[in-house]
């Protein structure tokens, strides 16, 4: 069984072959989508979201992952206050058979859309000096 304990050693910086390294040298092995996903959930559930979300970026790509691998994704995002890409990934898992996400999806649409309501400034109003 893999050590995973020196999580430190995994940066939230790294790119993909130095994610893939990082595995070889645990492993002694190349990693498998089981492995990447695992070390994902432990570092969601760490709260240590940006390492997750590293993770499951190339989990999504590998061969052999999972639905619940891009599920947790969105989540990474949505902790990061990605919403908009937390969004984008829900509504792939919606499309790919998870619809236990429609609602969040309508929930985040509907909050993005009043935040972009609040930014907008309304043309031709005078400011109000009390």
């Not at 999580?7 to 645990?26: A, D, G, I, L």
């Not at 492993?27 to 590293?54: C, H, I, M, T, W």
């Not at 890409?85 to 609602?103: H, I, N, S, T």
């Amino acid at each position: 069984m893999a050590d995973f304990t020196d999580y430190e050693s995994f940066r939230p910086s790294m790119q993909r072959e130095e994610v893939f390294e990082w595995f070889q040298r645990k492993l002694n092995r190349p990693a498998e989508a089981f492995d990447v996903y695992k070390v994902a959930k432990e570092f969601y559930q760490l709260g240590a979201y940006s390492r997750a979300l590293l993770c499951l970026q190339q989990y999504v790509t590998m061969p052999g992952s999972a639905l619940a691998g891009r599920h947790l994704l969105a989540y990474c995002y949505l902790n990061l206050n990605e919403t908009e890409r937390a969004l984008r990934e829900f509504k792939k898992c919606v499309k790919d058979g998870y619809y236990e996400d429609w609602q969040l999806v309508v929930e985040l649409t509907i909050e993005m859309e009043e935040k972009r309501k609040n930014e907008i400034p309304i043309v031709g109003a005078e400011e109000v000096v009390v």
